[in-house]
């Protein structure tokens, strides 16, 4: 077998978007349909996240142990530090965003057991928790 190459226009990069890029290594854009849920997880390295289209509804422990809940709509920046024990739901209208792991690295992500999971995982709702 060998690779095949075809001629394909190049999309534009729009110079806000090219900024978010990290200074080396790779960044992941990930297209979520209506109310697919990312369960309770964690990642080993700090992550960045831009909702760029649709929302999300993202929950989180704090540091003290309480339930967290945002409703996130495009434009939304979030900062999540490495072990975060977070997961997330996309809206109606499902949700597009970029991830930027730190460093751009690939960052390792562990999803919990159901029987660990620290609350039960919600469902979208701008309200948040």
């Known amino acids: 077998m060998s690779p095949a190459f075809k001629p ?5 990069l ?14 992941e854009l990930q297209h979520d349909q209506p ?14 996240l831009l909702i760029i289209a649709g929302e999300a509804l993202l929950f989180w422990v704090e540091s003290d142990g309480g339930y967290r809940g945002r409703h996130c709509p495009p434009g939304t920046w979030i900062t999540l530090p490495a072990g975060t024990c977070h997961g997330s739901v996309a809206g109606s ?3 597009v965003y970029m991830i930027r792991p730190k460093g751009g690295r690939t960052a390792v992500t562990t999803f919990l057991a159901p029987t660990e999971h620290p609350y039960p995982t919600p469902r979208f709702t701008r309200a948040g928790a």
């Not at 109310?35 to 960045?48: F, Q, S």
């Open 8 to 12: 394909f226009p190049v999309p534009s």
């Open 14 to 27: 729009e110079p806000r978007l090219a900024d978010l890029l990290p200074e080396q290594g790779s960044f």
């Open 35 to 48: 109310g697919k849920t990312h369960d309770w997880h964690r990642h080993d390295l700090d992550e960045e």
């Open 93 to 95: 209208e499902g949700a």
